[in-house]
């Protein structure tokens, strides 16, 4: 039954996580809450997720989050290590994006008023960047850091209040991305390709740094960025691409998305003056079907002998993180808390990675039709 394996799945994994807890305590009450993060309550906060838990207070739940003696970023590395077990693939996607946190008042680290996508617009809120696994099996997020704005980094005892270490200063979301890129790298993690979106793409460090750890990757630009063509010559990518002619488009699928086939026409053009051996530079292009004013840039960096369609499917491939986002918030407790500090934020964000990650990993083992004995800690 699908009832047996979701329970054998969680099982599994709340013993893989096991080591990281000193008390038995929190290590029971952890299952709780990861339990609680994909009941179907309508807020998960500690109130709720205690009450589903049969506890009478949420202070269980609070200290868990706040003081509990466990390894926060040790159970971020198993959730990592878990989806590449049950998701991973050689042709898998590395993709970094952030989403959104609206919150009240100036005390829950990292808070401001600032852009969110998530709200498409500017608002009190804290902001998370994050890297997902996706692959032909399924996706999941791996990895989180939370974004400190100066205004916080340039303030330590605001910092020191919300419970933020004094080593931790300011860093971009290029640069938070690239440090969790470091870790899947350094933990071997299975995949072809990066992607994300331009805030990540216009960081010519960024694209510099996977370069030299030859990491192919199609990251998305603003129209006015500017690249070195062929001759050697700097041109916005957006007069590059104008430039085509109308040969030059192919109509693509890139899979499905939240309102059907995602079709667009693409094209693409040679950009440096020098390749490495085996390795290719490309400027590629995704022009809106309906609207042909409405057209996304991106830089490509991988093999020579990639095609239109393989950038393209690579592009496209930026959606499950959306998707990623979208389950967790709505399935997994994403954004139900009400921690304020450092520590509180990454404890409650990495049980709902690992939330996601049982999810899907039930999710394919079901697909399979794989048994719920077949679960191995």
Partial sequence: MVVDLVVAELDGLHERIAGRFARSEPRARVREYVSGLVAGLERKNGWTLAEHAGEVSPDGMQRLLRRADWDVDGVRDDVRDYVVERLGDRQGVLIGDETGFIKKGVRSAGVQRQYSGTAGRTENCQIGTFLAYASVHGHALIDRELYLPTSW??????CRAAGIPDEVGFATKPRQL?????????????????????????????????????????????????????DGAQQRADELIASLPGRSWRRLSVGAGAHGPRDYDWARLPIRTTWRPGRGHWLLARRSISDPTEIAYYVCYGPRRSTLLDLAWIAGSRWHIEECFQQAKNEAGLDHYQARTWRAWYAHITLSMLALAWLAATKTRAEKGEPAQATQA
Avoid: I
């Fill in 153 to 158: 980094t340039e303030d330590r005892d605001r």
């Fill in 178 to 230: 690239m440090t969790m890129l470091a870790r899947a790298f350094d933990a071997g993690v299975p995949f072809s390709w990066v992607t994300a979106d331009e805030a990540y793409g216009q960081a010519q460090y960024l694209r510099d740094w996977l370069e030299d750890h030859d990491a192919w990757h199609v990251l998305a630009l603003r129209c006015k960025d500017t690249l070195t063509t062929t």
